[in-house]
Structures are given as structure tokens and as C-alpha cells.
């Protein structure tokens, strides 16, 4: 046993173990000794000759044959005057016990475990009858298979612990264990949106994600999938807007080897990735009509060919989709098949703006400044009441995203814990920013003071550069997100007067 992981319960025992004892026989010492490394170190004594300096002795397996021998053969003995001068006292130098005194050695073995010995002194110099050997014999073996069962229930614990710091870590990774936010949520849309995820997800029914970027959709079809059923098998994401239209059949359907130039070998589809859990396809507004088929097969049959190949497969996947677009107008526009809307909308969950959601910024603040203090290193950080005022005064056009990167920014970059209104680095013009896109400038339009064109098209650089942290160049930054060119879009900012103004980090290309 090891002796640093001797837990409670089981130095509990011992104790008992050997107040029981005293109502089996007479001794003057009762000392029980934990093997460790081929020697055994006292660990509880007994009686009115225990002391400190008996607890903590050891004895070298190799210098007392005789216990050895015990420990081996699983048998008890009482030692004799002759044993004793034979090999010596286990306690010579600690006390002083008359030669020929009683003593016995008792085996503590329970099946291929040997977990130490018990030794019985007493100063009476007279054999202890070998009835009593074999009772106390019997009572070794009982105290070591209790031995064994708490230290299985100590090392069961263990790993009980560990599991579950391990799936705390983990679910902290990928971004879950907010549930709680969810069901907690002081907006009472939040919380009827959870409770009608929680009821949906008992169930294979397709759910539809909707709502502004940021707001927490692909957050929530993780929760849907965990609350599930399914939530033991693989929970598989396609991002159908991050990958180029010819890939995205190969990507959900998987391929065969020659399939085309580069399929070098097969190669299995989120959908057989996903088989017996859930599928999120994220932006399925994105998703190519000429695919939209092929989905909606997979989703009414569970069945579909991988590219290349003329094999059918069967693949048992929950779907959730999500997206910020509106539906509704690209099946207007025809760029979306009107059917596979059908089959995807059976439960629609919107989630809420955040600056519809505002009473839940103290918890998401905190919870936000808890989850990042991982990554920071900076513990203990909060948001104080005039902070979350400001935040409160702001739109929040990147909603929960936005919010966690300002969080992050003002965390790194603050000397004290408290966050104030100073410590966030918002964009300028804050409410002006709050509406949607497309809404902000039909606003602006139909506002009585109808703004210049130079006005709106400034609020809308703004936008997207807040979403994209500032970021001009690659996937995902701004002049990819407004169609322009990095050169064309920073020289209109300098029209605009947006980079000096407004302190953006204007990232060049290294
Ligand atoms: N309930 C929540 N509590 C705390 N943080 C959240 C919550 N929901 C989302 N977030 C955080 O907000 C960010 C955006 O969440 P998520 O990716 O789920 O949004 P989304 O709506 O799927 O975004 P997009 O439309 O851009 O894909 C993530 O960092 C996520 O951890």
C-alpha cells in the first residue's frame, strides 16, 4: 500500500483494527506494519508499551527471516525463546522486552496483495498458545481483505475524482459547462429557450440554431447533444461557410481512394464520424444547393454514397443546424431548397441578441473572466458596477463573442482585478453600432436626419472591424468579410478617418 496515499478511511481501520483486538487477546505492544519496498514500516501501535519511537520503526524484510517466512507462507507463528536469539528482536533498540518474552507475527495478505504484519509483545516470558496464533490469524486476514476493499474504495474515489476534474477540463475546453448560464439565466427568454432545448433533446428531432453571430449557437447544440441521449458518442461540427464549396461533399460524405486528384486513400464524412451521436452543421445557410440534396437523403434515409464511390452507407446521426442568415430569403432568392428548410425547421431555437439579453451580463462577465482565468493566468478579475454600466451602454454587435474578447483584451491589460468602465477598449460610438447590418443602415436611411453615405458606409467598416478584433488581412478579417481588397479597404479608412480615430490594431501581413 502506498503509504503517502493512505487515505482516511483507512488509517480509520487500522485504528479500529487494533482497539478490536484487544478483546481477542493479551498483549503489552500490538504494532501493525505496512510493507513497502521489502521493508515494514510501523504505522499504528497499541497497548501500554506503544510510543513514538515504536511508531514509524522499521524492519528490513531481509534481516528478519522469520517474518519474512510469515509474510510467505500467509501463515502466523509465535516466536520462541529459541527464534528469538536465533534472529533477534524486531524491536531491539526501541524497548526493552525481556529475551524469550511473547511475541507473534501475523500475516496481513488478502488474495495476491501483502500489505504488512502484525506483531503481539507482551514482557510475560511464555509462548502464546497456538489456539490463540490461529485467531489471531483469522483476524489478520479479516483486517486484510478490509484493508483491501478501502483501499479499492480509496483508489475508486481517486479516479472518481479525477474523471471528473478530467471532464471538467474538458468540457471547460470545448467551451460547455455553461449550461448553467443557460438554466440560470435572469432573461426569461434565455431560460425558456433552455428548458425547450432540454425537452428537445431527449428526442432525435432536428433542431435549427438561430440567431446573430455570436450569440451562442454552436455553444447551445453542444448542450442539446450532451443533455441527450447521445451523449456518450461523438459530437461532430461542420462549419459549411469555412470550407470551399468543391470539399464540402467529401468533407460531410466522406470519399473513396481515386474519388478525385488527391484522394490518395479513403476517407470517412463527418456523417460516419458523427454515426450514433449528433451533427452540427454550422452556417447551413452557406451549404451549396447542389449538396442540399444530398443532405436532405441523408437526413430522411440516413443513408448516402461517399464521393467516388457507389457503396451505400448508413450512418445514425442526430442533426442540429445553425445559422445567422435569414432562410426565408435565400429559399426566395432559390438559394436555398425549400424542402430540406422544412426538414431542418422542425424545431427552431432563436437565441436572443445580447443587447436583448442584458441582465445576464453580471453572471456572463463572471463566468466569462472565470473560464478565460485558465488562459490568463489572471485569477479573481470582476467587472465593476460603473464596468458594467459601459458595457451595458454598448451594442454588442458580436454578442457573447464580442463580449468574451473584450473581457480577454481588458484582463490582459489591467494591473488591479477590478475592471472598471476605463478598462474597455469599445468602439467609439457604441449604441450607434447596436443594430444588425443590414437594419443599421436602413435605419440610418430612414432616420429623420438621414445620414451620408460616408456616414453609414464608417459605421459599417467599424462594425466588422470590432467583429474581427481590428483584423484587416486572411480568412475571416475585415476586407475578406466586406468583399474588398486589404489595399482598397485600409486606403478607405484612411478616407474615413477610422484607424487614427478610433485606435484599431491594424494588423499588416508579416
Ligand atoms: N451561454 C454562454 N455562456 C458563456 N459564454 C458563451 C455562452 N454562449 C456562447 N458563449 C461564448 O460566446 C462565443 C460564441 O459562441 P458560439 O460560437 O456558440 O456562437 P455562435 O452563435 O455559434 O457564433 P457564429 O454564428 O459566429 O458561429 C464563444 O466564445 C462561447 O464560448
Redesign the pocket.
Known sequence: MDLASTEESVSELLRRGLDWLTRITRFDLATLFLLKDERLVAVAARGPLANAKVRGHVLKLAEFPMVRQALETRRARAFTEEDHSGEGDPFDGVLDLPPGHSCMVVPLCSGERRYGVLTLDRSECETYPQAVVDLVEVYGQLLATALQNAEQKAAFERLHRQDHEHAKLLESQL?GD?EG??ETSLSPVMRDLARRARQVAETDTPVL?L??????????ARAIHRWSPRADEPFVTI?CAAIPAGLLESELFGHVKGAFTGATRDRAGRFQMAHGGTLLL??VGELPVELQAKLLRALQEKTFEPVGSDKTVRADVRLLA?T?VDLQQAISQRRFREDLYYRLSVFPLR?PPLRERLEDLPQ?CA??LD?QSRRTGRRGMRVTSEGLERLAAYGWPG???E??NVLERATILSRVPELGPDAFDLPVREKALTAAPTVSAARAEKSEKVATLAAVQREHILRVLSLTKGRIYGPGGAAQLLGLKPSTLQSRMKKLGIARQDQFIVESPS
Open positions: 467551451g455553461s448560464i443557460l440554431l440567431g446573430e453571430t455570436g450569440t451562442g449557437k454552436e455553444r447551445l462549419n454550422d452556417e445553425a445567422h437565441l456572463l463566468f466569462l473560464e454578442n457573447l463573442r463580449l468574451a
